[in-house]
């Protein structure tokens, strides 16, 4: 019951605080404008809800953007549909950082890093802009989260979910991407008396489904952009 209780505190803050930023996001200049990158997306977003088809190879990693056309073309392309989306994101990386740190350390630092999360200012700012931080922040979180705990009990399940999460976070920024190579040495660390054989055998089955998961892009870039390109040209 306390647990919840604090992760509920938490959670509590991080909506009021994103409900008292988005009540004045209306009266801001630039509400509504899409400057460089936020003018790319939102490009890219209308013409994916449009159902135009992919111009491969992608230029930069497409998730977010197919994310938010996708929302575009069931909601409209107001920008409170990737607003509230960001809300949901901010909210759900605090309470990722909380369960994170709980892990690792204690109650008080779990609920101080949750708040931490919470509250920070860059990050409110950045949910009111239409571009990926937001996304990226929240999906890096999850990435490194579910790998920690698949390198500790590292059952299929676990080492399923951790590599589907790292390859939806290289399809948002690829640069990612050489985490899974730590993934044998994080099976080591944890426990040492794992042989050799299951190090391997499981960051092999780590590997394989990362790359089943970025596949398909891969595939449209081979396909549509008849080039050899993993993620992004970008």
Request: aromatic residues 12%; glycine residues 6%; positive net charge.
């Amino acid at each position: 019951r306390d647990e919840w209780r604090l992760l509920s505190t938490v959670i509590l803050a991080g909506i009021l605080v994103r409900l008292f930023h988005d009540l004045s996001l209306p009266s801001s200049l630039f509400f509504g404008s899409y400057q460089l990158d936020s003018q790319v997306i939102h490009s890219w977003a209308l013409d994916i809800a449009r159902g135009a088809p992919p111009e491969a190879p992608f230029f930069r990693a497409p998730l977010y953007a197919y994310i938010i056309g996708g929302l575009y073309r069931l909601f409209g392309d107001s920008p409170w549909t990737f607003i509230i989306l960001h809300n949901i994101l901010g909210v759900s990386t605090s309470v990722l950082t909380y369960v994170f740190a709980r892990e690792l350390f204690s109650r008080t630092v779990a609920v101080g890093s949750g708040l931490i999360v919470a509250l920070f200012p860059t990050l409110l700012f950045y949910e009111g802009e239409l571009i990926a931080t937001v996304f990226e922040v929240f999906i890096y979180t999850l990435s490194v989260f579910s790998m920690h705990r698949a390198v500790r009990c590292p059952n299929m399940r676990r080492i399923a979910f951790a590599s589907v999460s790292l390859g939806l976070a290289a399809l948002t920024r690829p640069i990612i991407l050489p985490l899974c190579l730590l993934f044998p040495l994080g099976l080591w660390l944890t426990d040492r008396k794992r042989t050799v054989f299951f190090c391997v055998s499981r960051s092999v089955i780590h590997w394989a489904i990362l790359v089943i998961t970025i596949l398909p892009v891969t595939l449209v870039n081979l396909l549509n952009g008849n080039e050899l390109v993993l993620i992004s040209t970008q």
